[in-house]
């Protein structure tokens, strides 16, 4: 019996599970391939989802392909999604090298397009460069998702931006999400200049939530939460080249946000009134994480190489991760935490 079977003739009952979606560029198409092997496990009903900058946009095109074709139309849309972003990116100066490509290695660090990029961010900003804000995303987003259409969609969304003026992190529900706001989530302050939506301007949301855990909690029925983690949170070596540190910089800065709220939860699992009903949300949360090895092999500028081939990779791997998830804690969703919540506590 395959294991698809297996899990057919258990005949599991109806499960409400969130979703917690990180950003890392194109890394993102990781999630992709997590997300689609998810939707084959039928008993499983998507209620929320949390999501941050490239999770953010896996976030808004799931839910738009939910409301208007069920599973199958999520699979889709999250293909013609990511599809399009590969077709755009054939006209991208960040290329990797021939040698490279002979080599199969997926990084950019050796693109002279790159290179001169990643220098000169250092000493000149957005600011500085004249002419438009184009983003070839946004054209992708509005042919991808009718906003008003999903702002009546059945599943919650939300998606994180960071502020600029003042370093907090601001969540946009279901009804204010636009193209605009999914920009806003991954606008990176090097690269583009903030995203100004209601007077405010905002940057990458990674910086103040990735993704934001709270409203999950608080505003879901469901207690199972899947986080599809991307940034690594350990490596085995101490990063010794000054690109190496750069990057573990960034992952522990994009990742700190996400542990310290994973920790509130830790905590209140432990003090929470079973008898406050609010109290009983954050003792009855479980949570499963969603990871690979992988990603800690892949280098940071690989998160701008949006190659269908390297998409399609990425895709295989985050539907293999979840493929280990599920032989290793199946049994444990909906009905305790895969996720040792107690390591995050030690030092205390």
Request: glycine share 8%; aromatic share 8%.
């Amino acid at each position: 019996m395959t294991e698809d079977n297996a899990e057919a003739g258990r005949q599991r009952a109806p499960l409400k599970v969130d979703l917690a979606l990180q950003g890392g560029g194109s890394h993102g198409a990781f999630a992709w391939g997590a997300l689609e092997r998810l939707l084959e496990h039928e008993w499983m009903e998507v209620e929320g989802i949390s999501g941050t900058s490239a999770g953010a946009m896996n976030a808004a095109v799931f839910a738009y392909g939910m409301m208007t074709g069920g599973r199958d139309g999520a699979r889709e849309a999250m293909e013609t999604f990511w599809k399009r972003v590969s077709d755009a990116a054939r006209f991208s100066p960040f290329q990797r090298t021939p040698f490279d490509k002979l080599t199969g290695n997926w990084t950019l660090d050796n693109s002279p397009a790159y290179i001169f990029a990643d220098t000169l961010s250092r000493f000149v900003s957005p600011f500085d460069v004249g002419g438009s804000d184009y983003n070839p995303l946004r054209q992708i987003l509005e042919e991808t998702i009718d906003f008003e259409a999903l702002a009546k969609g059945p599943i919650k969304l939300f998606i994180t931006a960071t502020n600029v003026r003042t370093g907090r992190g601001r969540v946009f529900r279901r009804d204010e999400i636009t193209a605009d706001v999914l920009l806003a989530s991954a606008c990176l302050p090097t690269m583009f200049r903030p995203i100004e939506i209601d007077g405010e301007e905002y940057w990458d949301g990674g910086f103040s939530g990735n993704p934001t855990i709270t409203p999950l909690v608080r505003e879901c029925d469901s207690r199972d939460t899947f986080l599809v983690q991307i940034n690594p949170v350990n490596r085995p070596d101490t990063p010794k080249t000054a690109r190496d540190i750069v990057n573990r910089i960034n992952e522990i800065s994009f990742n700190a946000t996400l542990l310290k709220e994973l920790k509130m939860v830790a905590m209140m699992r432990q003090v929470a009134d079973p008898g406050n009903s609010e109290g009983k949300a954050w003792g009855e949360m479980r949570l499963h994480r969603i990871s690979s090895d992988i990603m800690i092999e892949l280098s940071a500028s690989s998160k701008l190489n949006a190659e269908w081939a390297f998409l399609e990779m990425l895709r295989g791997e985050g539907r293999k991760a979840a493929d280990d998830f599920a032989a290793k804690h199946r049994d444990d969703v909906g009905v305790r935490s895969s996720f040792d919540f107690e390591t995050l506590l030690e030092g205390m």
